[in-house]
C-alpha cells in the first residue's frame, strides 16, 4: 500500500468519523432540547414560594463565596462529572467486552 492510499483511506476514516460525531451531536442537542422543554412544562405556573426561596438561597449563598471556595466548589463538581463519565465509560466497555465475546 502506497503513502498516497495510506492518506486517502485516513482522510475517509476521520470524514466518516466526523459525520459520526456530527449525528452523535444533533442526536444529544435535540435531547437537550426535549428536556428543556419537559422541564420548562412541568414548572410552569408551578414555581411555589419554597423552591424560588430555594433557588434564592443557593443563589446567594454561591453569591458570598471567595474566590477560593467557589473555585473549590467548581473542581468537586468537576471531579463528580467526571467520575460520572468513567462509570459510564467503564460500564459501556463491560457491555462492549460481553458483545464481543457473543
Known amino acids: ?4 492510499q495510506f492518506f486517502k483511506n485516513a482522510f475517509s476514516d476521520m470524514k466518516a468519523s466526523a459525520k459520526a460525531q456530527h449525528e452523535v451531536d444533533k ?3 435535540a435531547a437537550a432540547k426535549a428536556e428543556s422543554k ?8 408551578h414555581n411555589t414560594y ?3 426561596k430555594e433557588q ?9 463565596l471567595s474566590p477560593s471556595e467557589r473555585n473549590a466548589k467548581m473542581q468537586e463538581e468537576r471531579e463528580k462529572q467526571i467520575a460520572e463519565a468513567n462509570k459510564r465509560k467503564e460500564e459501556a466497555e463491560a457491555r462492549y467486552e460481553n ?3 457473543k
Not at 1 to 4: A, C, E, L, P, S
Not at 56 to 64: F, M, P, V
Open 99 to 101: 458483545a464481543k465475546k
Open 27 to 29: 442526536a444529544n442537542f
Open 50 to 52: 419554597a423552591k424560588a
Open 38 to 45: 419537559a422541564n420548562f412544562e412541568e414548572n410552569r405556573f
Open 1 to 4: 500500500m502506497g503513502i498516497k
Open 56 to 64: 434564592g438561597k443557593k443563589s446567594w449563598d454561591d453569591a458570598h
